[in-house]
């Protein structure tokens, strides 16, 4: 065969071939190979303690002995969680800026439609991390054991119960006011700085029942200082799972979990996103991680990302539409 001269026509095809596989080499996006070469800021916008920073904080090392970069995490607390989402949402889309979110997020987009980001869209969704329920619970002197004896109790009284709240607009207040709707019942909203303040004006028999997540109230509920009625979650929880649910106490189809996540902004590289659902999948898996989340309340869940695309834009939908039906406003 005889090779191509100097200046004919297949050395000029070579030659582009190999400048267009170089280009295209050096356009390529941060892979999985690649990824990560630093470390990796994981933004949380509650303050230290909280769910979503609990989350950060038990993954977090585990990723990071795979992933071979220190994940950090920042907490940006303040606006029901949306300044952190927000910093994620402007970051650049390498994989070095995530962000650990909570129910709150799916809260913000039904309550505050003009969000200086975009819920859903604006992001990649990682992982689906965990879920911890509402759970009601009743000052010890009510006469109430059950939802359905609540649920009676408080139609024969119709606005004449309170519960205590760890502010409005939030998960607990929107879980109660599902409630309300699917179960035709009136109780009065009395809402509290945070779930500290909360539980001891349920014990006081300030307010005769409270709406709050479970880490926030099973210690309390293990001692007998507060009684529990129900969960709010689809499933019994693993941390307490004498407490049934209220969709099989009475109301069927009912469901208001509190949940907690991993997000990153939305043009991150596919191979980068599916990376970190791995790290994050493989952690999920360890004992020590499932004993960790299960001692705050909460039960480990686990997603692909489209899964948990199509959970979160799920719950926005929901709680867009019971804002509506409720008449809730922002403050």
Do not use: C
Not at 14 to 43: E, N
Not at 174 to 188: G, P, S, T, V, Y
Not at 206 to 223: C, D, K, N, W, Y
């Amino acid at each position: 065969m005889t090779k191509p001269s100097r200046g004919s026509p297949q050395t000029g095809i070579v030659i582009v071939l190999i400048v267009f596989l170089g280009l295209a080499a050096a356009a390529t996006p941060a892979s999985a190979q690649s990824y990560p070469t630093k470390p990796i800021r994981m933004l949380v916008g509650f303050p230290v303690g909280g769910g979503a920073d609990v989350i950060a904080r038990v993954l977090g090392p585990r990723m990071s002995e795979s992933l071979g970069q220190p994940i950090i995490v920042d907490n940006r607390p303040g606006a029901g969680s949306s300044i952190a989402s927000e910093m994620t949402a402007k970051a650049p889309a390498d994989g070095y800026t995530l962000v650990s979110i909570g129910s709150s997020h799916a809260v913000n987009a039904a309550i505050y439609p003009k969000l200086p980001y975009a819920p859903a869209v604006g992001f990649n969704a990682i992982v689906l991390v965990s879920t911890a329920p509402v759970v009601i619970t009743a000052n010890p002197a009510i006469p109430v054991k059950t939802l359905k004896e609540l649920i009676a109790l408080a139609r024969a009284k119709p606005g004449q119960l309170n519960y205590g709240s760890a502010g409005v607009n939030g998960i607990n207040h929107l879980a109660a006011e599902l409630l309300k709707h699917m179960a035709n019942f009136d109780i009065k909203l009395v809402p509290y700085k945070g779930v500290a303040q909360a539980l001891p004006a349920l014990m006081a028999g300030e307010v005769q029942l409270m709406f709050a997540s479970l880490p926030g109230s099973i210690a309390q509920i293990r001692t007998g200082r507060i009684k529990a009625i129900a969960v709010t979650s689809a499933k019994r929880s693993n941390a307490a799972p004498d407490i049934p649910t209220v969709s099989e106490s009475g109301v069927p189809g009912y469901e208001a979990s509190s949940w907690f996540g991993m997000l990153a902004p939305a043009a991150t590289p596919k191979s980068i996103v599916t990376r970190l659902n791995t790290e994050a999948m493989k952690a999920l898996q360890m004992r020590e991680v499932q004993e960790s989340l299960s001692r705050q309340g909460m039960d480990p869940a686990g997603s692909t990302p489209g899964e948990f695309d199509a959970y979160l834009r799920s719950e926005i939908a929901k709680w867009t539409r019971v804002v509506k039906e409720a008449g809730i406003k922002a403050d």
